[in-house]
Protein backbone atom coordinates (compact mmCIF):
# COMPACT_ATOMS: atom_id res chain seq x y z
CA UNK A 1 0.00 0.00 0.00
CA UNK A 2 1.78 3.47 -0.64
CA UNK A 3 1.63 6.31 1.37
CA UNK A 4 -0.21 9.10 0.47
CA UNK A 5 -1.11 10.76 3.69
CA UNK A 6 0.70 13.53 5.63
CA UNK A 7 -0.46 15.21 9.45
CA UNK A 8 1.44 18.00 10.23
CA UNK A 9 0.85 19.07 13.74
CA UNK A 10 0.55 22.56 14.33
CA UNK A 11 -1.49 23.33 17.27
CA UNK A 12 1.12 23.90 20.18
CA UNK A 13 1.76 26.97 21.64
CA UNK A 14 5.37 27.45 20.98
CA UNK A 15 6.31 28.52 24.75
CA UNK A 16 9.93 27.54 24.24
CA UNK A 17 9.85 30.57 21.84
CA UNK A 18 8.46 33.43 23.41
CA UNK A 19 7.68 36.19 22.53
CA UNK A 20 7.89 35.80 19.02
CA UNK A 21 5.57 33.38 18.98
CA UNK A 22 2.78 35.30 20.91
CA UNK A 23 1.38 36.20 17.84
CA UNK A 24 2.66 34.65 15.01
CA UNK A 25 2.44 30.22 14.70
CA UNK A 26 5.73 28.98 15.35
CA UNK A 27 5.75 27.52 11.95
CA UNK A 28 5.72 30.22 10.15
CA UNK A 29 8.64 31.44 11.81
CA UNK A 30 11.07 31.99 8.57
CA UNK A 31 14.31 29.84 8.29
CA UNK A 32 16.19 31.93 6.30
CA UNK A 33 13.57 32.87 3.45
CA UNK A 34 10.53 30.08 3.74
CA UNK A 35 8.84 29.26 7.17
CA UNK A 36 9.44 26.40 8.74
CA UNK A 37 6.21 24.78 8.02
CA UNK A 38 7.53 24.82 4.44
CA UNK A 39 10.20 22.96 4.44
CA UNK A 40 8.14 20.29 5.76
CA UNK A 41 5.31 20.07 3.33
CA UNK A 42 8.04 20.27 0.78
CA UNK A 43 9.56 16.78 2.32
CA UNK A 44 6.86 15.54 2.37
CA UNK A 45 5.70 15.97 -1.09
CA UNK A 46 9.17 14.86 -2.37
CA UNK A 47 8.36 11.73 -0.80
CA UNK A 48 5.09 11.21 -2.67
CA UNK A 49 2.57 12.09 0.09
CA UNK A 50 -0.59 13.52 -1.75
CA UNK A 51 -2.89 14.90 0.97
CA UNK A 52 -0.93 16.82 4.05
CA UNK A 53 -3.18 16.99 7.13
CA UNK A 54 -2.64 20.73 8.79
CA UNK A 55 -3.73 20.27 12.96
CA UNK A 56 -4.13 23.90 13.61
CA UNK A 57 -5.77 26.31 16.15
CA UNK A 58 -7.87 29.31 16.12
CA UNK A 59 -5.14 31.39 17.06
CA UNK A 60 -3.48 30.29 13.97
CA UNK A 61 -5.06 30.84 10.88
CA UNK A 62 -2.22 32.18 9.73
CA UNK A 63 -1.00 29.26 8.62
CA UNK A 64 -3.73 28.08 6.19
CA UNK A 65 -3.25 31.38 4.15
CA UNK A 66 0.16 30.61 3.91
CA UNK A 67 -1.16 28.10 1.30
CA UNK A 68 -3.80 29.38 0.03
CA UNK A 69 -4.15 31.89 -3.02
CA UNK A 70 -3.38 35.44 -2.40
CA UNK A 71 -4.95 37.32 -4.73
CA UNK A 72 -4.17 41.06 -3.96
CA UNK A 73 -0.73 40.02 -3.77
CA UNK A 74 -0.75 37.73 -7.12
CA UNK A 75 -2.63 40.46 -9.19
CA UNK A 76 0.02 43.08 -7.84
CA UNK A 77 2.83 41.18 -8.78
CA UNK A 78 1.13 40.25 -12.39
CA UNK A 79 0.64 43.96 -12.91
CA UNK A 80 4.07 45.15 -12.31
CA UNK A 81 5.41 41.86 -14.82
CA UNK A 82 7.70 40.54 -11.12
CA UNK A 83 6.41 36.96 -12.98
CA UNK A 84 9.18 35.17 -10.99
CA UNK A 85 7.98 36.69 -7.71
CA UNK A 86 4.33 35.34 -8.93
CA UNK A 87 5.70 32.19 -9.26
CA UNK A 88 7.38 32.19 -5.35
CA UNK A 89 4.05 33.43 -4.30
CA UNK A 90 2.08 31.07 -5.60
CA UNK A 91 4.61 28.29 -5.26
CA UNK A 92 3.95 27.30 -1.06
CA UNK A 93 1.59 24.65 -2.43
CA UNK A 94 2.81 22.14 -4.69
CA UNK A 95 1.16 21.10 -7.41
CA UNK A 96 -1.13 18.07 -7.05
CA UNK A 97 -1.10 18.62 -3.62
CA UNK A 98 -4.09 19.13 -1.11
CA UNK A 99 -4.27 20.80 1.67
CA UNK A 100 -6.60 19.93 4.36
CA UNK A 101 -6.72 21.64 8.12
CA UNK A 102 -8.29 20.68 10.89
CA UNK A 103 -8.63 22.30 14.26
CA UNK A 104 -7.51 20.95 17.59
CA UNK A 105 -9.65 23.45 19.96
CA UNK A 106 -7.04 23.13 22.88
CA UNK A 107 -3.43 22.12 22.99
CA UNK A 108 -3.79 18.86 24.79
CA UNK A 109 -0.60 17.14 23.44
CA UNK A 110 0.46 15.67 20.49
CA UNK A 111 -0.75 12.59 20.77
CA UNK A 112 -4.56 14.19 20.86
CA UNK A 113 -3.48 16.26 17.87
CA UNK A 114 -2.89 13.24 15.67
CA UNK A 115 -6.20 11.92 16.56
CA UNK A 116 -7.94 15.00 15.56
CA UNK A 117 -6.59 14.20 11.48
CA UNK A 118 -8.20 10.44 11.75
CA UNK A 119 -11.40 11.61 10.31
CA UNK A 120 -9.45 12.77 6.76
CA UNK A 121 -7.02 10.06 6.80
CA UNK A 122 -9.21 7.03 7.88
CA UNK A 123 -7.95 3.50 7.10
CA UNK A 124 -4.90 4.62 5.69
CA UNK A 125 -1.43 4.64 6.27
CA UNK A 126 0.40 7.89 6.92
CA UNK A 127 3.46 9.67 7.70
CA UNK A 128 3.55 12.54 11.10
CA UNK A 129 5.97 15.28 10.38
CA UNK A 130 7.28 17.74 13.63
CA UNK A 131 7.02 20.79 11.97
CA UNK A 132 9.58 22.64 14.16
CA UNK A 133 12.29 19.57 13.53
CA UNK A 134 13.80 20.37 9.94
CA UNK A 135 15.59 17.97 8.65
CA UNK A 136 18.57 18.07 5.78
CA UNK A 137 19.95 14.82 3.68
CA UNK A 138 21.87 14.53 0.98
CA UNK A 139 19.87 11.40 -0.21
CA UNK A 140 16.10 10.29 0.39
CA UNK A 141 14.83 12.81 2.68
CA UNK A 142 13.28 11.33 6.32
CA UNK A 143 9.87 11.04 5.40
CA UNK A 144 10.83 9.24 2.08
CA UNK A 145 13.24 7.11 4.08
CA UNK A 146 9.85 5.44 5.98
CA UNK A 147 7.96 5.47 3.09
CA UNK A 148 10.47 3.00 1.40
CA UNK A 149 10.54 0.97 4.25
CA UNK A 150 7.35 0.95 4.79
CA UNK A 151 6.60 -0.17 1.30
CA UNK A 152 9.37 -3.03 2.12
CA UNK A 153 7.61 -3.91 5.45
CA UNK A 154 4.28 -2.80 6.02
CA UNK A 155 4.76 -1.93 9.45
CA UNK A 156 4.74 1.25 11.15
CA UNK A 157 8.50 2.76 10.99
CA UNK A 158 9.75 5.79 12.64
CA UNK A 159 12.91 8.33 12.10
CA UNK A 160 16.05 7.51 14.61
CA UNK A 161 18.94 9.68 15.13
CA UNK A 162 22.16 8.78 16.87
CA UNK A 163 23.23 10.96 19.41
CA UNK A 164 25.84 11.10 21.61
CA UNK A 165 25.52 9.06 24.92
CA UNK A 166 25.70 12.57 26.94
CA UNK A 167 22.59 13.79 25.51
CA UNK A 168 20.29 10.39 25.58
CA UNK A 169 18.95 12.25 28.63
CA UNK A 170 17.18 15.32 26.46
CA UNK A 171 15.30 12.52 23.93
CA UNK A 172 13.24 10.10 23.77
CA UNK A 173 15.17 6.88 23.07
CA UNK A 174 14.46 3.56 21.11
CA UNK A 175 15.89 0.27 22.00
CA UNK A 176 15.85 -1.82 18.42
CA UNK A 177 16.59 -4.95 17.63
CA UNK A 178 19.25 -6.29 15.04
CA UNK A 179 16.18 -6.82 12.47
CA UNK A 180 15.29 -3.10 13.13
CA UNK A 181 12.21 -4.25 15.62
CA UNK A 182 11.67 -1.47 18.63
CA UNK A 183 11.65 -2.72 21.23
CA UNK A 184 11.11 0.36 24.03
CA UNK A 185 10.86 3.03 23.76
CA UNK A 186 12.15 5.45 26.91
CA UNK A 187 11.67 9.34 27.70
CA UNK A 188 14.82 11.21 28.33
CA UNK A 189 16.83 8.29 30.60
CA UNK A 190 19.92 8.63 32.06
CA UNK A 191 22.66 7.68 30.13
CA UNK A 192 23.45 4.20 32.36
CA UNK A 193 19.69 3.22 31.62
CA UNK A 194 18.87 4.06 28.55
CA UNK A 195 18.43 0.87 25.73
CA UNK A 196 20.62 2.99 23.00
CA UNK A 197 21.81 6.40 21.86
CA UNK A 198 19.26 5.98 18.87
CA UNK A 199 16.51 9.15 19.27
CA UNK A 200 13.38 9.88 18.04
CA UNK A 201 13.65 12.75 16.04
CA UNK A 202 9.59 13.77 15.16
CA UNK A 203 9.58 12.14 11.62
CA UNK A 204 6.65 8.76 12.00
CA UNK A 205 4.88 6.44 9.79
CA UNK A 206 1.69 4.64 11.25
CA UNK A 207 -0.76 2.01 9.81
CA UNK A 208 -3.99 3.07 10.96
CA UNK A 209 -4.14 1.42 13.54
CA UNK A 210 -2.84 4.31 15.61
CA UNK A 211 -5.86 6.01 15.69
CA UNK A 212 -8.01 3.04 18.11
CA UNK A 213 -4.90 3.25 20.35
CA UNK A 214 -4.87 7.15 20.68
CA UNK A 215 -8.57 6.98 21.35
CA UNK A 216 -8.09 4.84 24.49
CA UNK A 217 -4.78 7.01 25.76
CA UNK A 218 -5.16 8.50 28.76
CA UNK A 219 -3.55 11.77 29.74
CA UNK A 220 -0.17 11.22 31.01
CA UNK A 221 2.79 12.91 31.58
CA UNK A 222 2.23 16.94 31.78
CA UNK A 223 -1.75 16.05 31.53
CA UNK A 224 -1.09 15.89 27.87
CA UNK A 225 -2.13 12.85 25.35
CA UNK A 226 0.95 11.52 24.56
CA UNK A 227 2.22 9.84 21.03
CA UNK A 228 4.61 8.19 22.68
CA UNK A 229 1.92 6.41 25.20
CA UNK A 230 0.19 4.77 22.46
CA UNK A 231 3.16 3.56 20.35
CA UNK A 232 3.90 1.98 23.28
CA UNK A 233 0.58 0.38 23.31
CA UNK A 234 1.12 -0.34 19.80
CA UNK A 235 4.56 -2.40 20.69
CA UNK A 236 2.55 -4.59 22.43
CA UNK A 237 0.48 -5.82 19.43
CA UNK A 238 2.62 -5.32 16.03
CA UNK A 239 5.93 -4.93 15.00
CA UNK A 240 7.29 -1.30 14.57
CA UNK A 241 10.30 -0.46 12.92
CA UNK A 242 13.32 1.74 13.55
CA UNK A 243 15.46 3.42 11.03
CA UNK A 244 18.43 5.48 11.49
CA UNK A 245 18.19 8.78 9.38
CA UNK A 246 21.71 9.69 8.30
CA UNK A 247 21.11 13.51 7.83
CA UNK A 248 20.74 16.79 9.66
CA UNK A 249 17.81 17.26 12.31
CA UNK A 250 17.42 20.72 13.45
CA UNK A 251 15.26 21.36 16.63
CA UNK A 252 13.96 25.12 15.55
CA UNK A 253 11.34 24.87 18.46
CA UNK A 254 14.33 25.66 20.65
CA UNK A 255 15.90 29.31 20.26
CA UNK A 256 19.50 27.72 20.44
CA UNK A 257 18.50 25.21 17.50
CA UNK A 258 16.69 27.48 15.06
CA UNK A 259 20.19 29.88 15.41
CA UNK A 260 22.05 26.86 14.40
CA UNK A 261 19.54 26.16 11.31
CA UNK A 262 19.92 29.49 10.74
CA UNK A 263 23.15 29.93 10.37
CA UNK A 264 23.74 25.81 8.56
CA UNK A 265 20.86 26.80 6.01
CA UNK A 266 21.55 30.31 5.55
CA UNK A 267 25.74 29.16 4.14
CA UNK A 268 23.95 26.26 1.98
CA UNK A 269 21.94 28.92 0.35
CA UNK A 270 21.84 28.98 -3.25
CA UNK A 271 21.83 32.60 -3.73
CA UNK A 272 22.74 33.78 -0.38
CA UNK A 273 25.15 31.23 0.69
CA UNK A 274 28.35 32.93 -0.93
CA UNK A 275 27.49 36.34 0.58
CA UNK A 276 26.40 35.27 3.44
CA UNK A 277 29.94 33.61 4.28
CA UNK A 278 31.63 36.46 4.13
CA UNK A 279 29.30 38.46 6.67
CA UNK A 280 29.78 35.48 9.02
CA UNK A 281 33.85 35.76 8.48
CA UNK A 282 33.67 39.39 9.09
CA UNK A 283 31.57 38.60 12.52
CA UNK A 284 34.16 36.45 13.72
CA UNK A 285 36.95 38.80 13.08
CA UNK A 286 35.40 41.29 14.65
P1 LIG B 1 6.22 20.84 20.77
O1 LIG B 1 6.11 20.48 22.20
O2 LIG B 1 7.58 20.96 20.16
O3 LIG B 1 5.50 22.21 20.46
O4 LIG B 1 5.32 19.86 19.90
P2 LIG B 1 4.75 23.26 21.31
O5 LIG B 1 3.93 22.61 22.37
O6 LIG B 1 4.07 24.15 20.35
O7 LIG B 1 6.00 24.09 21.85
P3 LIG B 1 6.58 24.40 23.27
O8 LIG B 1 7.15 23.10 23.78
O9 LIG B 1 5.46 24.97 24.09
O10 LIG B 1 7.63 25.42 22.96
C1 LIG B 1 5.69 19.35 18.64
C2 LIG B 1 4.67 19.73 17.58
O11 LIG B 1 3.38 19.25 17.97
C3 LIG B 1 2.43 20.29 17.88
C4 LIG B 1 3.21 21.59 17.99
O12 LIG B 1 2.54 22.63 17.28
C5 LIG B 1 4.55 21.23 17.38
O13 LIG B 1 4.59 21.52 16.00
N1 LIG B 1 1.43 20.14 18.96
C6 LIG B 1 1.84 19.98 20.25
C7 LIG B 1 0.09 20.19 18.64
O14 LIG B 1 -0.30 20.34 17.46
N2 LIG B 1 -0.83 20.09 19.65
C8 LIG B 1 -0.47 19.92 20.94
O15 LIG B 1 -1.36 19.82 21.81
C9 LIG B 1 0.90 19.87 21.24
Redesign the pocket.
Same mark, same amino acid.
Given at each position: MSVKFAV?? @? @? /? =? /????LPA?KAIP? %?LIPLVDKPLIQYVVEEAVAAGIETIVL???ASKSALENHFDSQYELEAELEARGKQALLEVARSTLPAGVKIVSVR?G? @? =? &? =?G? @?VACAAPIVQDNPFVVL =????ICYAQGDNATAQLVKDYEMYGQSVISLLPVPMTEVHKYGIAGVTEQQAITTLVEKPAAEVAPSNLSVL &?RYLFNASIFAELAKTQRGVGG %?IQLTDAMHAILAKETMRGVAFDGEVHDC /??KLGYLNATLTFAARHASLGADFKTLLAQHAQA
Open positions: IP @A @A /G =L /GTRFTK %EVTHQK @A =L &G =LH @A =LPDV &G %E /GD
